[in-house]
């Protein structure tokens, strides 16, 4: 299992900027897919950005053109950096990776991280 340690989380202002990361215990080059979930309290953990091997970014529609995700290779890290925060980014996110071992049996290792939490103030 890949080892994911999230960091960065916090508490801000509505209108304020936050960057979080993503260390891998591995060479993150070889993930098929990395990838930030969120899960605010009652609901659903939810794809918020990803990076994926042969796929464009993605991100979903609520923080389109708000949250940019990347990576440093050489540092088996992955970023989140989020600007003009609102209340309703509140959540838990979390870190994800991605590696499909056999792809003729559609075998895949689902690494996630512990989450850190970002809470935005009105």
């Known amino acids: 299992q890949v080892q994911l340690v999230e960091s960065g989380g916090g508490l801000v202002q509505a209108g304020a900027s936050l960057s979080l990361s993503c260390t891998a215990s591995t060479n993150i080059v070889t993930m098929n897919a990395m990838a930030w979930y969120r899960q605010a309290p009652g609901k659903q953990r939810e794809l918020v950005a990803s990076l994926a091997r042969g796929d464009p970014t993605y991100y979903a529609d609520s923080v389109k053109a708000r949250f940019t995700i990347s990576q440093d290779n050489a540092k088996n890290t992955v970023f989140l950096h989020m600007t003009n925060l609102k209340p309703e980014d509140t959540a838990v996110y979390y870190c994800?990776?991605?590696?499909?071992?056999?792809?003729?049996?559609?075998?895949?290792?689902?690494?996630w991280g512990k989450g850190t939490l970002v809470t935005v103030s009105s």
């Open positions: 994800n990776a991605v590696e499909i071992l056999d792809y003729g049996l559609g075998r895949i290792r689902d690494s």
